[in-house]
């Protein structure tokens, strides 16, 4: 079994992202600038969103948090997404989701201008990568695909199951693999797939993508399977500093010797998402994509 190290490669892919945007300043173009807005004080995108301020700062792109209160109105929101839309020095920018349920989420993130959607939300990017033109992908499955690639884990032919159908990772990362030039023969589960566990047993490569703890134990993985594990459900635990830890969709104790490669939680996908999405900003920046 061998552990599929995110951390590692994350920081390799920064390393290019910061060589490429130091040139890019050394020819004299423009820093690339990201901007996130944070409505509330919701612990897990509190520390995500810092995250992601963080991997600018280690990159050399600007960024900037716009922060609301909880009892922001739709209107306030969607206010400031257009000035960000018509504000020229941001190359991209994102809301930071979950967002209070009095305000409509689809509304929001269709009020985003396509061509700064880094986070590959609004449906013309997810009409763009369905039909294989160039769009900002969702930043989750991006992730994904780059760790796959990276281990040089063979795609195409493989059967892969993806367990979950969000909009976010487990409808676009079945679009991903069976695309052209990767190949993969895709099946999605959900909650109402029959015999989950006949369909998953099958699988040469597992996307376990349910938000569901441990929901993948061994008896669902063949022997030798890849399981990449994108659960990062927040539980409460006495034995780290934040007293929070993240558990994964898969029982990893028991999976990982079953496994040829897979990704441990914390560590394995998570750190992925964040470069999926500095990657997705220089797109923006050099505007590559539209
Ligand atoms: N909430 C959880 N994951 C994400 C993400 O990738 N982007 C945004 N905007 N919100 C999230």
Redesign the pocket.
């Known amino acids: 079994m061998e552990l599929i190290d995110g951390k590692k490669i994350s920081a390799e892919i920064k390393e290019e992202i910061a060589i490429e945007v130091s040139k890019l300043k050394a020819d004299g173009g423009k820093t690339p600038h990201l901007a996130?807005i944070l409505v509330g004080h919701d612990g897990?995108?509190e520390t995500?969103v810092a995250h992601k301020v963080k991997a600018c700062e280690q990159v050399g792109f600007n960024s900037t948090l716009v922060r609301f209160e909880d009892d922001v109105t739709q209107e306030e929101l969607l206010a400031k997404v257009e000035e960000l839309n018509n504000n020229d020095d941001i190359d991209g920018f994102?809301?930071?989701?979950?967002i209070p349920a009095h305000i409509n989420e689809q509304k929001v993130i269709e009020a985003i201008s396509p061509e700064k959607d880094v986070?590959g939300?609004h449906p013309a990017n997810v009409g763009r990568m369905v039909i294989g033109l160039p769009a900002f992908i969702?930043?989750?499955p991006a992730g994904i695909v780059d760790l796959l690639e990276r281990y040089n884990i063979e795609i195409s032919g493989k059967n892969v199951v993806v367990v979950g159908r969000s909009n976010?990772v487990g409808r676009p990362m079945s679009v991903l693999l069976s695309q052209k030039g990767r190949d993969a023969t895709v099946t999605v589960c959900h909650s109402r797939t029959k015999d989950l566990e006949a369909v998953v047993s099958k699988a040469d490569i597992i996307i376990a993508a349910i938000g569901v703890p441990e929901f993948v134990t061994a008896k669902m993985v063949k022997e030798g399977a890849i399981v990449i594990d994108v659960g990062t459900t927040r539980v409460k635990s006495d034995l780290t500093k934040s007293g929070w830890k993240l558990k994964g969709d898969v029982k990893f104790d028991e999976v990982s010797p079953k496994c040829s490669y897979i990704t441990p939680v914390p560590g394995g996908v998570g750190p992925m998402?964040i470069v999926s999405?500095l990657k997705n900003t220089l797109l923006a920046a050099k505007k590559s994509v539209y």
């Open positions: 996130a897990g995108s995500y994102i809301v930071q989701l979950p986070d939300f969702s930043a989750t976010i998402t999405l």
